[in-house]
């Protein structure tokens, strides 16, 4: 069987997508693409699936489907920690989410938000935002982090390079590498190359990720996927739940 890629983040109707799970799986096959269902599972963001009961009736609808089972997952929301061992096992693979951050001072921020709190700089938040990453790698047992460079909108005008320093990137690279979490290529928050090369060189494993939530959007992994090969790593190393596990459980004997 030829190689093909996998889109490891995507959404359908079970949240905030726009095209039904037989459709999302439609658009993949069109592209050569291995789809997933992706959706929000959380009490904090905008989804169906925000109970232990929603998430064993999302995992019961998959199953009616040809497509990897995933799920998205805010950390800073603790419906992830409420699943018992045999709802977690159904799913191939899951993707956790910094949706909000954690402050120095204990508040959480929502990175989604404009308006920074005042006083926070750029430094603060790019500091926050890799502690709480390497909060999440310690106790969270996902697969994926997605969009690993979603910040704030009111700071995306800054030039990444300088955004982001070198420290921080080997922080959050290293963070990735110690709990064997993937690095998202994501095709809607893109990250810069120097973070995902520094995260190819410290064996990091490299997940594509269209996040997809419309018909354009869904399984468009093309970006990801030339930015991957540009960079020298292999196809089959890119993240295939099938091929290299998960957490979950899921491929174990
Ligand atoms: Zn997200
Ligand atoms: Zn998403």
Not at 157 to 167: L, N
């Amino acid at each position: 069987m030829t190689w093909q890629p996998v889109d490891c983040h995507a959404h359908s109707t079970h949240s905030d997508g726009a095209l039904a799970v037989a459709d999302v799986v439609e658009k993949a096959r069109s592209l050569g693409v291995r789809p997933s269902i992706t959706d929000h599972i959380s009490r904090d963001a905008p989804t169906t699936v925000d109970s232990p009961r929603a998430v064993a009736r999302y995992l019961d609808d998959l199953d009616g489907y040809d497509v990897l089972r995933s799920g998205e997952f805010c950390w800073h929301d603790a419906l992830w920690r409420e699943l018992p061992p045999q709802t977690v096992r159904r799913f191939t693979h899951r993707v956790g989410s910094l949706h909000s951050i954690r402050l120095a001072n204990g508040d959480y921020f929502r990175v989604f938000h404009r308006d920074l709190p005042t006083g926070l700089s750029p430094e603060a938040y790019v500091e926050a935002h890799v502690s709480s990453l390497e909060a999440l790698a310690g106790e969270m047992p996902i697969d994926v982090f997605a969009h690993p460079t979603l910040i704030s909108p009111s700071l995306r005008h800054i030039d990444p390079h300088e955004f982001w320093s070198e420290a921080h990137e080997e922080r959050l690279v290293r963070a990735l590498r110690d709990a064997g979490i993937a690095f998202e290529i994501s095709n809607r928050y893109r990250p810069h190359p120097r973070i995902v090369s520094r995260a190819a060189e410290a064996g990091v494993r490299l997940s594509l990720g269209s996040d997809g939530h419309s018909r354009e959007q869904v399984a468009d992994v093309a970006h990801p996927l030339a930015l991957a090969r540009s960079l020298g790593v292999r196809d089959e190393d890119l993240y295939d739940p099938t091929r290299h596990g998960s957490r979950t459980g899921a491929f174990d004997e």
